[in-house]
């Protein structure tokens, strides 16, 4: 039987939020070059720093607590992981969307020269769309988030399984889990850029095409999803949108740096995580 760590509710928190760090112009509809190309790409860094490391620290704290608490082990711990890492998801979700729906407006520079920092273009979703407005796209994260954690986590917890049995049943290593890490997450990526696409779109949408602090002059006149609430297209039309308009291939734009950047995250990402607990466990 495999070593395994079993950290508690706050080593997880603490190691969730260490391991957080650090595609989406690829995935816009007015293009990667009209969404600013490489200008600029640091843009809405701001709002993914404020809520990256706590959404981090609520997954992983969440997802440990599920993991040690659901009565499916053995031959049913593909299923105790997939369950575990959705509900870890949607309790992240809560604090992660906020963010994406700031960064991917700045990043796309939505609001043009109205708000070039994600401090400014928070006041103006605040203001217009009031507190819904930073869940836009919660319903398609958890459509996308699911699916992607569903598919990584028990690949992660089955490599790091195998390999720690071909060492002699020991705890990995934080190098060693970050190879796990980074095939896990580098095919999960992979297979559920679609579903990320889609996210992507639903957050660029405006609800209102013209405010009176944003002057139309100030919003990039290609950007095309500036269109009245009534306009705003459901899910399922969204996504038969892009695959009638543009192509099944817009469906994975962004694919590669989406695979590579995930695949470079989850080697840091879960190889940090394993050495923090690692050393709090030990502590």
Not at 213 to 220: L, Q, T
Request: with cysteine; net charge positive.
């Amino acid at each position: 039987m495999a070593a395994e760590r079993k950290p508690t509710f706050a080593q997880s928190l603490i190691a969730g939020g260490a391991a957080d760090t650090v595609k989406t112009r690829l995935q816009s509809a007015q293009g990667f070059l009209k969404a600013g190309g490489f200008r600029g790409i640091y843009k809405g860094v701001g709002s993914v720093v404020v809520g990256s490391a706590p959404g981090a620290a609520i997954f992983f704290s969440t997802y440990e607590m599920a993991k040690q608490s659901l009565p499916l082990h053995g031959q049913l711990a593909p299923l105790n992981h997939m369950i575990s890492a959705s509900i870890g998801e949607i309790a992240a979700c809560l604090v992660r969307v906020p963010t994406e729906v700031i960064k991917t407006r700045t990043q796309t520079s939505s609001y043009g020269s109205a708000a070039t920092t994600s401090v400014a273009a928070a006041k103006i979703v605040l203001r217009h769309e009031g507190i819904k407005g930073f869940y836009r796209g919660f319903g398609t994260t958890i459509m996308r988030e699911i699916p992607f954690t569903s598919l990584q986590f028990p690949l992660y917890e089955l490599l790091k399984l195998r390999l720690s049995l071909a060492l002699g049943a020991r705890p990995l290593r934080a190098p060693e889990a970050a190879i796990c890490g980074s095939i896990a997450g580098g095919v999960a990526a992979a297979l559920t850029t679609p579903l990320d696409v889609l996210k992507t779109r639903v957050m660029l949408d405006m609800r209102v095409c013209t405010r009176p602090s944003v002057p139309s002059s100030h919003i990039d006149p290609s950007f095309p999803n500036i269109q009245n609430e009534s306009q705003i297209p459901s899910l399922l039309a969204r996504f038969q949108q892009i695959r009638t308009n543009e192509g099944p291939r817009a469906l994975f734009a962004g694919v590669v740096p989406r695979t590579l950047w995930i695949s470079a995250g989850g080697a840091v990402f879960l190889g940090v995580y394993e050495w923090v607990v690692g050393g709090l466990v030990g502590s």
